[in-house]
Structure formats: structure tokens, C-alpha cells
């Protein structure tokens, strides 16, 4: 039976993998100097292809930070390479500034049974791009733990 952790460890995986696709295709369009969609003088689209840091809106208007889907994927996925521990969750995801901050549940320790294995608890900052800013582990506890409210 796969767990909470598994599936979004494997929505992360899949996730990965559509953007290495993408951006192969990418490459492929950019070295050939041009783009199905592109036509001469259009600049925007090249634009936004080549990194431009601000993302644009069909009805022409800017936004300072990526989508909230994947703001929780980029977090995830940076603090996962930093650690070398696949995230378990994220459990708070909030806009602040130009960017968001992600509170994200990992395994620290896996012990049998699963109930006393060590999670801790890190907030992650990013900009508006989804650029990881700096993270701390906030809190560490055993998985079977339940919060006391005061």
C-alpha cells in the first residue's frame, strides 16, 4: 500500500519529469531560432522562453510570483536536494511579499514502527520566482505525536 509520502514523492518525480521534457523541447525550438508560435516581430514570446523574471498573464499584465501548484513544488523539491531527504508533506503554504513561505514535514529518522520515526518540521522561504531564499527546521517530533492545543 503506498503512502502519503510515496504518492507525493512520485507527483514530484512525475513533476521533474515534465519540466526536463519541456525544457529539451525548449532547446530544441531556441537552437533552431524559432518557435511554431512565434512570428516575426513578436517579441514576447521570446522573451518569456529566454527567462524573462516576470510572468505574464494572457490579458497582459504582470505577476510578481509563480502560481501557488508551483511554488509547493519547487519548495519541496529544493529542500529535498538540500537535505537529501524526500519531503513527507507540506503542510502550509502562504504568499509573503514577493514570494512564499512553505512549512514542509520530512523523515528524518525512519524507525519501526513507523509511528516513532523522527519528522521535523522546516520553513522554506522563495521569491517570486520560486528561488529558494533560506529554510530552518522549525520543530522535530515523533511521526505518532499529536499536537497539544492550549
Do not use: C, F
Not at 513533476?15 to 512570428?39: C, I, L, P, V, Y
Not at 520566482?129 to 505525536?145: D, F, H, I, S, V
Request: hydrophobic share 25%; aromatic share 4%.
Amino acid at each position: 500500500m503506498a503512502t502519503t509520502g510515496d504518492k507525493q514523492a512520485r507527483r514530484y518525480e512525475e513533476g521533474q519529469e515534465s519540466k526536463s521534457r519541456e525544457s529539451k523541447g525548449r532547446e530544441t525550438r531556441e537552437s533552431s531560432g524559432h518557435d511554431s508560435g512565434d512570428r516575426p516581430g513578436d517579441e514576447s514570446n521570446s522573451q518569456q522562453r529566454q527567462g524573462d523574471p516576470k510572468r505574464h498573464r494572457g490579458d497582459g499584465t504582470h505577476t510578481a510570483r509563480v502560481p501557488i501548484a508551483e511554488a509547493m513544488r519547487l519548495a519541496a523539491g529544493q529542500l529535498a536536494e538540500l537535505l537529501q531527504r524526500e519531503p513527507a508533506s507540506v503542510s502550509s503554504l502562504k504568499a509573503s511579499g514577493d514570494g512564499w513561505t512553505a512549512d514542509i514535514e520530512v523523515v528524518e529518522v525512519e524507525r519501526v514502527p513507523d509511528t516513532t520515526s523522527v519528522m521535523a518540521s522546516y520553513r522554506v522561504q522563495l521569491d517570486g520566482q520560486g528561488n529558494l531564499l533560506g529554510y530552518e527546521r522549525t520543530r522535530r517530533y515523533a511521526r505518532g505525536q499529536i499536537d497539544q492545543r492550549k
